[in-house]
């Protein structure tokens, strides 16, 4: 089954939506996919960490229901590199690993952040 990142979409948007409280099931009702395509995107999502799900399959169906988006994530609007040692932090790892000469040529490189130092 190939990921389909319009029903993560729908699937974000329910949970975050969801009234539910974080220790219950979400069951989840989107018209254009099915049930077990729904469940394997619900899985994907929780093995990647951006939410708590449950599995409730079992021998003759598959079945895996949303509980809450997971505390971890970063949230809308929010950029990955404004955490504690972001940019800043991949700059000096940058620097150090190039000092050691494990970063034999800058130039076949195209990160923005590398071309400004």
């Known amino acids: 089954m190939k990921l389909d990142k319009d029903l993560v979409r729908e699937i974000l948007l329910a ?16 018209e254009s996919h ?42 809308r609007g929010e950029s990955r590199w404004s955490k504690p040692g972001g940019d800043a932090g991949n700059r000096q790892s940058i620097r150090q690993a190039s000092a050691q000469g494990s970063l034999k040529d800058r130039s076949s490189m195209n990160s923005p952040f590398l071309r400004t130092w």
């Open 15 to 30: 949970i975050e939506a969801s009234d539910k409280t974080p220790d219950s099931w979400i069951n989840l009702a989107i």
């Open 34 to 75: 099915s049930k077990d395509e729904a469940s394997y995107h619900v899985m994907l999502l929780h093995e990647a960490g951006l939410i708590v799900a449950q599995d409730l399959c079992s021998m003759s169906d598959f079945d895996w229901r949303p509980k809450r988006l997971a505390s971890d994530q970063s949230r």
